[in-house]
């Protein structure tokens, strides 16, 4: 791990333009924004190389009130299929080493998709009787309330989000807000973070969520772009250890913290500053 590198990109979609999401109905699906065309892999290594490696589980979907108003909204806005093809790349590609022969994922026979009305956002589970079928239900309701211009970005950050929890590792023990973390930093990555983010680093580093995903990222920035596929590698293990951040970083996580927390409030007092400073006349 070299301190420094950039951060990790994402791969080039396949057979899909870059243009910026597309609110008119019925129109392409949207790609994943790619926010840096630089490659951490080989220059010879073939996009399709990589695609040819990706896990391809039996895909299922289905609408539990067809004609609820969300329901509508959704079919109106995301191709459900090419939607979870797309997160499952963009998944395995930011948490996994895929420059190898195999990728070492958990294993997953089948992701079943569901929209039904439910209370809440979306949740992610394993089949009663297998746990390698994994089930994603998302609300219709949470569908419906959003503004047409957001509803199909957030439909997609939250399907990234949720397509973590099925191909990440969480050794027992692994802190709640590392799990949720981990999935907020991909949806951040993926290009799909909402505009109510707030990169405010908070108080504590497992806060969860977009909070610990933010520090994520930090950490990216500072260690490099195999980061967090090293930080999902460790919690394969049989039990999650705090020690892990001192084997990997040098430090102890909340050490790292402080750090990320100091520098967020030193740029901020510098923004702060020059925001301030009288205009030359
Ligand atoms: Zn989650």
Request: aromatic share 8%; hydrophobic share 30%; glycine share 8%.
């Amino acid at each position: 791990m070299t301190a420094w590198q950039s951060p990790k990109p994402l791969p080039t979609p396949i057979a899909m333009s870059t243009r910026l999401p597309d609110p008119l109905p019925n129109s392409e699906p949207t790609p994943i924004p790619i926010p840096d065309r630089t490659s951490r892999h080989q220059p010879d290594q073939s996009i399709q190389d990589t695609q040819s490696k990706l896990p391809t589980p039996n895909l299922r979907f289905a609408i539990h009130d067809l004609t609820h108003s969300g329901a509508l909204k959704f079919q109106r806005e995301i191709s459900a299929g090419t939607a979870l093809q797309e997160a499952i790349r963009t998944v395995i590609y930011l948490l996994y080493d895929t420059t190898g022969k195999t990728i070492d994922h958990p294993p997953v026979r089948s992701i079943t998709f569901i929209l039904k009305s439910m209370g809440g956002v979306a949740y992610t589970t394993g089949n009663d009787l297998d746990d390698e079928h994994k089930e994603i239900h998302l609300s219709l309701e949470y569908i419906d309330a959003q503004p047409e211009n957001r509803v199909r970005a957030e439909i997609l950050g939250v399907i990234t989000h949720e397509m973590v929890h099925v191909w990440q590792w969480s050794a027992p023990g692994t802190p709640g807000g590392l799990i949720e973390g981990i999935a907020d930093y991909v949806r951040l990555k993926a290009g799909f973070s909402p505009p109510h983010w707030s990169r405010k680093p908070g108080e504590k580093w497992d806060a969860g969520y977009e909070r610990t995903g933010f520090f994520l990222e930090w950490l990216e920035q500072k260690f490099g772009s195999e980061t967090i596929v090293q930080i999902n590698g460790l919690l394969k293990g049989e039990r999650y250890e705090s020690k892990i951040w001192k084997e990997v970083f040098g430090h102890d996580v909340d050490d790292l913290f402080k750090t990320y927390q100091t520098e967020f409030e030193k740029r901020e007092t510098i923004k702060e500053g020059n925001g301030t400073q009288p205009e030359h006349a």
